[in-house]
């Protein structure tokens, strides 16, 4: 089973959930409603995998591993563009999430990208529980395995620019994650996050870096 930071993950159960810090008592109530966890961008140290607990408010975020023989299911968010979760979801289809997501699906598949949402859209997508409010980001994971021109991410960006919600999109490189919007100003360096932290780099999918800090 391939792993990737934004995959969701269907617990077994949540005894063997090893915090980094105190684990708060809203944890469990959450993963008692929904036992799901997200992976981390961390490295996967003694067959235990990096995930984070989220709450029901901004401010309820726990950092933790598990064990991988604990996983009952895994949820890729390219999965949930592929059946096109948000069309059948009651709750998004009353807010101005829906019109934008329809909008950046077809942006990104016209560019031929592959592609999900993440965050709270994609946390309420893969487990039923409302999630998203009319102030949420749109968060995006966009694969790019290989170089993307800087011409065809601002090609993206001005359409996806009008859409009525914020949208924040990462590019995942198979050196770590780069932020769209910054990528498209064509800076000398951007920042790359990778699994051993944050570095400053003139190409996201070449292994030259400078680390920050």
């Not at 968010?77 to 997501?101: C, D, G, Q, Y």
Request: glycine fraction near 6%; charged fraction near 25%; proline fraction near 6%.
């Amino acid at each position: 089973m391939e792993l990737n930071p934004h995959d969701l993950l269907k617990l077994r159960d949540f005894d063997d959930l090893m915090g980094i810090s105190t684990k708060p008592q809203w944890v469990d109530e959450v993963l008692e409603h929904s036992p799901l966890v997200v992976v981390r961008r961390s490295p996967f140290k003694n067959d235990r995998v990096p995930v984070g607990v989220r709450g029901k408010t901004r401010d309820q975020r726990f950092a933790a591993t598990i064990l991988s023989n604990n996983i009952a299911k895994q949820i890729t968010p390219e999965e949930l563009t592929a059946n096109k979760v948000w069309r059948t979801n009651k709750h998004i289809r009353e807010t101005e999430m829906f019109s934008a997501i329809e909008l950046v699906d077809n942006v990104l598949a016209a560019s031929g990208l592959n592609w999900g949402p993440t965050g709270s859209l994609g946390f309420e997508l893969a487990s039923g529980m409302p999630t998203i409010t009319n102030t949420s980001d749109l968060d995006i994971v966009v694969r790019v395995p290989n170089f993307l021109s800087t011409k065809i991410a601002q090609q993206i960006v001005e359409k996806i620019t009008k859409v009525s919600v914020k949208v924040d999109i990462q590019l995942e490189t198979p050196n770590g994650s780069v932020a769209l919007f910054e990528y498209v100003r064509g800076n000398s360096k951007v920042l790359l996050r990778t699994i051993n932290g944050p570095c400053l780099v003139t190409d996201p999918w070449t292994q030259e870096k400078k680390l920050e800090g």
